[in-house]
């Protein structure tokens, strides 16, 4: 059975950062495509930052480029997403997602696998 296992979420200010973490179990992450979305309350999931894991190529979405960054720990089949000058409309539930099989990453429907969920609060 596969799990993906998300944590790290919280309440921060704005400017803030944290850090979230995805870890696997039952997949292993090395050779699949794997992301973070978010979902923010009245909102559709939304595509934040994904790529192939042992290919050095994210995408991230534009407003997150330069504040977010995935990194991987293969060794810990470990996710992780930093998230550095956070800003309220940052505020969403955060979601590891993993096996990619569709045309577009930013598409939820394309992603076979997800976590449950933190919660990232960036207060103002």
């Known amino acids: 059975q596969v799990q993906l296992l998300e944590s790290g979420g919280g309440l921060v200010q704005a400017g803030g950062s944290l850090r979230l973490s995805c870890t696997a179990s039952g997949l292993t992450f090395t050779d699949k495509t794997v992301g973070w979305f978010r979902q923010a309350p009245g909102k559709d999931r939304e595509f934040v930052a994904g790529g192939p894991w042992n290919i050095p190529s994210t995408r991230y979405t534009d407003s997150v480029k330069g504040r977010f960054t995935i990194s991987r720990d293969s060794n810990k089949n470990t996710l992780y997403l930093q998230m550095n000058s956070l800003k309220p409309e940052d505020t969403a539930v955060y979601y590891c997602?993993?096996?990619?099989?569709?045309?577009?990453?930013?598409?939820?429907?394309?992603?076979?696998?997800w976590g449950q969920g933190t919660q990232v609060t960036v207060s103002s």
């Open positions: 997602a993993a096996n990619f099989n569709g045309e577009t990453y930013y598409d939820p429907t394309s992603w076979g696998y």
